[in-house]
């Protein structure tokens, strides 16, 4: 009888002492980020923006983005192979000391494949970017791609009840 309190006793205590680590965890940080592709045309006066695309992330988590679609490859050999095409990102959000955020991203922009004149040629063409940045909330970061291209980054952290 003895042992079975014990036993019983034991079982409450480690119980209570995981209830109270889960209590204890903090939930991971909700963020929203805007990343804003800009170009300067010649003869304009102003940028012309080409894609802003914004996304719920959650620090420590990966995160993907595709705006585009797939495009079966016409003289592939393998009949399942396709183009990913559009704005593609991937990348994740990593906390920092001092309420910042390390940014991870790989940044492509991709047209979808396309004949030409020439009889059985087919041509994609991307652009990748990959970058590693830190950003504090609230504080938009530019980053220069190119003499003419750009990047503007916005972080904002979020209430994922709201």
């Known amino acids: 009888m003895i042992r079975c309190h014990l036993l019983c006793v034991l079982i ?3 119980l209570a002492k995981n209830a109270v680590a889960e209590e204890a965890a903090p939930s991971p940080q909700h963020l929203l980020l805007t990343i804003k592709m800009l170009e300067q045309r010649e003869g304009r006066d102003r940028p012309v923006t080409l894609n802003e695309p ?3 992330c959650i620090a420590g988590q990966k995160f993907d983005y595709l ?4 495009a079966k490859l016409k003289f592939s050999d393998d009949p399942q192979q396709y183009e990913t095409f559009g704005l593609i990102f991937s990348g994740k959000l990593t906390a920092q000391p001092g309420g910042r955020y390390e ?3 790989k940044y492509t922009l991709g047209d979808a494949p396309r004949e030409f004149d020439q ?6 063409h ?3 970017w990959k970058l590693r940045t830190i950003l504090k909330p609230k504080s938009p970061l530019k980053i220069r791609l190119a003499h003419d291209r750009w990047l503007e980054l916005r972080l904002v952290e979020i209430d994922p009840q709201f």
């Open 12 to 14: 409450a205590v480690v």
């Open 54 to 56: 914004s996304m719920h």
């Open 67 to 70: 705006s585009g679609g797939e």
């Open 103 to 105: 940014l991870k991203l």
């Open 119 to 124: 009889k059985e040629t087919e041509v994609s």
């Open 126 to 128: 991307s652009e990748t």
